[in-house]
């Protein structure tokens, strides 16, 4: 069974960035997205990254402020990060990573298999 789990969250003021990690239990050969949602809205796409970390892809209302990124760390474990630079009070949501079933970049909610618990992130005015 493949778990995620988002760290990184927190109270940040408009402007600063963040970057949240998502650390997944298998190195699997699936791409990985991550999504965010806010009260009373839908969850949508942030940032998606293929398998071998070589294609990106991003959401329109965060495109040009945000970098995916993807690495195994000294212990083996995969790491999918997101930076987000300059912070808007419109970014507070919960933040969730999540694992595709398909080893390139999947943009739709459908596509993925396993979510991780969230990181709520809140940007103050």
């Known amino acids: 069974q493949v778990q995620l789990v988002e760290s990184g969250g927190g109270l940040v003021q408009a402007g600063n960035s963040l970057r949240l990690t998502c650390t997944v239990s298998a190195r699997a050969s699936n791409g990985v997205g991550w999504f965010r949602q806010a009260p009373g809205k839908q969850r949508e796409l942030v940032a998606a990254i293929s398998a071998s970390g070589a294609s990106q892809n991003y959401g329109r ?34 933040y969730y990573c999540a694992m595709s079933r398909y080893a390139a970049v999947a943009t739709g909610l459908s596509d993925y298999d396993y979510w ?6 809140t940007v103050s005015s």
């Open 61 to 94: 209302s965060v495109k040009g402020r945000v970098t995916i990124s993807r690495n195994e760390d000294k212990r083996n474990e995969d790491k999918v990060y997101l930076q987000i630079l300059r912070l808007e009070p419109g970014d507070t949501a919960v």
């Open 116 to 121: 991780g618990q969230g990181t709520q992130v």
